[in-house]
């Protein structure tokens, strides 16, 4: 490869971590966005004093090198050469303290307008982690009205969202780069995240706090949509699971009830009410599947069911027995839960 290739392939890199869906320089809410001029502001500020330290390397390489050429060094020279030294260190340290006071400054002020940004109008969720998923509960007027799901968080553009968080296990750190910050999820501790999105997309969120062996495969889908497309969603998520309609899917929903998955899931509308793992309420309409470790299809779906342990190790499903025509049944019926 050439000088130039070699440049173009480190700037793809470096500039492919600027955009996406899980970029935080690519700010799609204002948290993000306020985060991110604190961000920029400190690249300036460190990229300055980068900068003038690599003059001087130069300036004093370059400086050696000719008085090597015109006469050896020597030592005790007066203090009339030293008086300029001095002042550059004394200007170079009063920099580097109007430096790092602009930048304590500014982190400051930033910190604070997060911490004190209006929630009245905030919609409210509640977020809680555990190994290694996350479940999500929007709040409704009457107890009729809330909304159950697992690993995706679907929030209206331009309203601000109160994330309540909550840990049931071990700590954990809830991070959206498109939308805001970070904010742990800590076992016996509320913890709060505003976050108020800007553009709609999709975004992928992620644990960032290491939680145990699947700590990586803790994905969070998040979901932009417009006000209307939400509400709509929402309405959709607080219908009860559809009934089984063909013979297929009637095999699969028997088995779950009567084996032991209908102790550890919800499906409402359903007598599964099991709470330990993910509501399934409308498992087919998500994007993936066990916290983004898969994207959904009825393919990995069905390898998730048959093997949970060969697709995210350690995870806390067990591992249920069923024959290749159960489990194509099993399949069915969830697939079947839009
Ligand atoms: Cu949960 Cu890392």
Redesign the pocket.
């Known amino acids: 490869m050439s000088g130039r290739k070699h440049i173009c392939a480190a700037l793809v890199v470096l500039l492919a971590g600027c955009s996406g869906q899980q970029a935080a320089l690519d700010a799609a809410g204002d948290q993000a966005a306020t985060i991110g001029d604190l961000w920029t502001l400190m690249l300036w500020v460190c990229g300055f004093m980068y900068l003038l330290v690599l003059i001087f390397l130069a300036h004093a390489i370059w400086r050696a090198r000719h008085a090597l050429d015109a006469e050896p060094l020597t030592h005790g020279s007066g203090s009339r050469a030293e008086h300029p030294l001095r002042m550059a260190l004394g200007g170079w340290v009063g920099l580097i303290v109007v430096g790092l006071f602009v930048l304590s400054l500014a982190t400051f002020f930033i910190d604070r307008s997060l911490a004190q940004a209006r929630t009245d109008d905030a919609l409210k969720i509640k977020v809680t ?1 555990a ?2 998923w996350w479940k999500v509960e929007y709040e409704g007027m009457a107890p009729d009205q809330r909304v159950v799901t697992a690993n995706e968080l679907r929030l209206p553009v331009g309203q601000p969202a109160l994330l309540e968080l909550h840990a049931e296990d ?4 809830l991070w959206i780069p498109n939308l805001g910050g970070k904010e742990d ?1 800590i076992p016996g501790r509320i913890n709060s995240l505003l976050l108020t999105p800007r553009r709609e997309g999709e975004y992928r969120g992620q ?6 062996l699947q ?2 495969k ?1 994905a969070l889908d998040a979901t932009v949509m417009n006000p209307d497309a939400f509400t709509r969603w929402r309405q959709q998520q607080l219908t009860p699971a559809p009934a089984p309609s063909t013979p297929e899917q009637i095999r699969g929903h028997e088995i779950f009830m009567s084996g032991p998955c209908a102790a550890c899931h919800q499906i409402a509308g359903t007598p599964a009410s099991g709470q330990t793992g993910p509501n399934l309420t409308h498992l087919a309409s998500r994007r993936t599947i066990a916290a983004g470790a898969r994207p959904y299809s009825f393919e990995d779906l069905r390898d998730w069911l048959r093997d949970p342990q060969s697709v995210k190790p350690g995870n806390h499903m067990p591992v249920v027995q069923l024959s290749d025509s159960d489990l194509n049944a099993l399949t069915a019926y969830l697939d079947s839960l839009k």
């Open positions: 982690a190994q290694w071990v700590i954990h750190s999820l644990c960032a706090e290491f939680c145990g700590h990586a803790m």
